[in-house]
């Protein structure tokens, strides 16, 4: 199998229908970000000492966001999409149950720690951008919206087991030193004025 076919030398590529796009199309940009998520999470889930449980969960990850991939790639009404909301259900059954290991933390966290939660929380920050290029895609294009939803919640996924590594290896989170207390758990009456 030969794998190159040189359509993309002159900056075009081709999405499923076989529509042609530049290569810097917002579409393009949003699903070769999700790609790139991808490949940080493979490196996630090969680190050496990574529990079977958590690379499991990460290989699952892998799967669903090459369904978000698949879904951006498609243009609305070529294909069914892949992605539904049981995928971000799922996202936020595993962000509750991981909420309640680590610390309560009231302050911004460096990315850091071990070097399996650094690749988290590079991870992290990836979605973050992916989900700005799928906000971007969207403003000009149809597409299946939980695609937004469940790279949003991933970012969260993403932040949760990081921090849940760390505590689970004895090592604490980096904390910003000029933070101030800036998650709230509770609504007082100053809260409510605004």
């Known amino acids: 199998m030969q794998i190159y076919t040189r359509t993309g030398d002159k900056g ?22 999700v790609d ?11 680190t050496d000492g990574i529990s079977s449980e958590l ?12 369904d978000c991939g698949n879904d951006l790639a498609t243009p609305h009404g070529k ?16 962000i509750d149950e991981y909420a309640g290991i680590p610390p309560t933390v009231e302050s911004f966290i460096l990315p850091g720690g071990t070097k399996l939660a650094s690749l988290l929380h ?10 700005r290029e799928i906000v971007s895609f969207q403003w000009t294009n149809d597409m299946n919206s939980e695609v937004m939803r469940f790279i949003n919640r ?39 004025k605004d």
């Not at 995928?87 to 595993?94: D, H, K, M």
């Open 12 to 33: 075009y590529t081709s999405v499923i229908g076989g529509m042609k796009l530049a290569k810097d199309a917002d579409r393009v940009k949003a699903y070769g970000t």
């Open 36 to 46: 790139e998520l991808n490949s940080i999470v493979g490196i996630a889930a090969s």
């Open 55 to 66: 690379k499991e969960e990460l290989m699952t990850i892998q799967q669903y966001l090459f």
């Open 79 to 94: 294909n069914p999409y892949r992605v539904d909301e049981n995928l971000t259900l799922w996202l936020e059954s595993r």
């Open 122 to 131: 590079f991870a992290r920050t990836v979605a973050r951008r992916a989900e």
């Open 154 to 192: 991933l970012s969260d996924y993403f932040f949760a087991v990081a921090r849940v590594v760390n505590s689970q290896d004895g090592v604490k989170d980096v904390l910003y030193e000029r933070s101030g207390r800036v998650f709230h758990t509770e609504i007082t009456k100053a809260d409510l």
